[in-house]
């Protein structure tokens, strides 16, 4: 069997994601949505999902480059001076790894963003982070431990075979794939050993932010058997804090082609959010 996961990150950070996210799902193959609580339009997002019945949707763990759910002096070694999370993921890596107090208030960050999620009413899917931050040994291990006491049940892990991205664009580079791909067995394997539902093979890292139409149609056309996860950053257009050089517009376009609906529709795959398998 053939299972399909079609994921929307950063949901709540922007009325235009959102709106994305509902386009997507309604007209095209996007089936689950991964929400930012303290996100500017989370609120909205929110409103958005409880329309929307088989969206799924999970928890997008923020710790870098974004808003915490806390007040900044409950979590000051976590946020700089305007009270936003730090940008220095190397710094902040070593500071969680090393310092206890720094985990601590990483684990109270963590499990107020579980608690939030929680408030919405609506089902946790999934949880995943912000720039795949939960590759860290002790990001992994805290949301294992807090999310247990939500319910969470399924992860994404971002082990991307290069081998059939090359196959539809023979010139990707795979340079700096050793560098990461330690740590993504590890947290894989870690995840599986807690009874979490962990796709197979996840497509986005490589094309984050250009998943163009072709691209989208490749993959599709190729599925490695057994659970596969495809995410995207799909916006109307660009917003507040986008990153500049992302095809938001382009990622929604490639969601809702009609050759791609088609395909997706006569592949034989069964597709759904991650509770679906």
Known sequence: MK????????????????????????DGILTAASLMVSGPAATDAVARAKTLPRLR??????LVDGRPTLPASAIPD?????????????????????????RRQLEAEIEAQFDAFRATGLALDHVNTHKHFHLH????????????????RAARVPLEPRWLLRSIEPSLST?????????????????????????????????????????????????PPDLTE??????????????????????????????????SRNSGVTRGGFADF
């Not at 990150?9 to 997507?24: M, P, T, Y």
């Open 3 to 26: 299972g399909l996961i079609v994921t929307a990150d950063d949901f709540g950070a922007a009325e235009e994601v959102n709106e994305a996210v509902a386009q997507a799902h309604r």
């Open 57 to 62: 949707v999970g928890l997008h763990i923020v």
């Open 78 to 102: 976590l946020v700089d001076g305007s009270g936003m999370f730090r940008n220095d993921m190397t710094a902040a890596a070593l500071r969680m790894f090393f310092l206890p107090r720094v």
């Open 137 to 152: 040994p002790t990001i992994a291990s805290l949301i294992l431990r807090v999310g247990k006491r939500y319910g969470l």
């Open 175 to 223: 340079s700096r794939d050793w560098l990461l791909r330690p740590w993504v067995l590890l947290s894989r394997k870690r995840f599986r050993a807690a009874k979490m539902c962990v796709p197979d093979q996840v497509f986005g890292l490589a094309w984050s932010g250009a998943m163009t139409p072709g691209r989208l149609l490749g993959l599709l056309e190729n599925l």
């Open 230 to 263: 495809i995410y995207l950053h799909p916006a109307t257009g660009p917003y507040p804090g986008s990153v500049p050089n992302y095809r938001y517009s382009e990622e929604l376009a490639a969601l809702m082609a009609p050759r791609i609906v088609e395909a």
